[in-house]
């Protein structure tokens, strides 16, 4: 698999009472790892302008197993690893900095989306990753909505209720990925868009340029919103104890109201 550089962009759309939107480019990397014909300015495990580090993904935040943990994740739940390729979409480190809201371990059966997880860090330090896919692992169709509950404090203007929805759409030439947090008419709608084309220096290079300091520059924007929201204000919460367990698993869709 060629190494895929997403130059994409996030929305964020703030549901309920108190309105908040916005849109920004970003740049995620879509690898299995193994790929050693990669760009010169991408490493993995080791320094350099752009890096991807297994130590930050597939378990224990800072301690990651990588692609091994995912390996044991899908064999736990009866998955048949040895049919399917494995992939992380992730934002790479930028020089030494690191940080990722969400990544996702993708595994992919004749190119197809067949179980994912949504690997979440807020800026507390704390991760909880959820495991989504079909009860017979059939793909995953961008039209199809899987839910989970929320069990991690992200953002301090929303609580630890309700769940998420995710809409997982992954074609030959784009990602459109949509995840609607929802706690009754609250919560927030965000989506990341990308166009699939092989990552080269070129690429990299231009996008340190375009959208300078990578990993640090959206923990700042980040921090810029949330003082906006405070501006605005927005009811602020002080941060939940992280969940005990790393990892849980889809849930059926909720009730409709009749």
Not at 79 to 107: C, D, G, K, Y
Not at 127 to 134: G, L, P, Q, V
Request: with cysteine; glycine share 6%.
């Amino acid at each position: 698999m060629t190494i895929e550089h997403i130059q994409g962009h996030t929305t964020h759309a703030r549901r309920g009472q108190l309105k908040n939107a916005f849109r920004y480019g970003v740049d995620f990397v879509l690898t299995d790892l193994s790929e050693s014909r990669r760009p010169a300015l991408l490493s993995r495990n080791r320094f350099n302008l752009w890096s991807i580090w297994d130590r930050h993904h597939g378990g224990t935040r800072g301690a990651g197993d990588g692609v091994e943990w995912f390996k044991h994740v899908l064999r736990e739940r009866g998955f048949p690893v040895e049919n399917a390729r494995l992939v992380l979409l992730t934002q790479p480190s930028f020089l030494w900095f690191h940080f990722n809201p969400v990544s996702f371990w993708i595994a992919l059966i004749d190119d197809q989306p067949c179980a994912f997880v949504a690997e979440v860090n807020n800026t507390f330090g704390d991760r909880h990753c959820y495991f989504c896919a079909h009860d017979d692992f059939r793909p995953i169709a961008a039209s199809d909505q899987m839910h989970t509950q929320k069990l991690m404090h992200v953002s301090p203007f929303q609580k630890v209720e309700g769940g998420y929805r995710f809409n997982f759409g992954f074609s030959a030439d784009a990602l459109n990925i949509r995840i609607a947090y929802e706690n009754g008419d609250q919560g927030v709608i965000a989506t990341l868009f990308g166009p699939r084309t092989p990552a080269s220096n070129a690429s990299l290079l231009w996008a340190a340029v375009r959208r300078p300091l990578g990993a640090a520059r959206v923990v700042a924007l980040i921090h810029w919103q949330a003082a906006i929201l405070w501006a605005k204000r927005a009811p602020f919460l002080k941060k939940q104890p992280a969940p005990e367990a790393l990892l849980s698993d889809n849930v059926p869709a909720p009730a409709q109201n009749q």
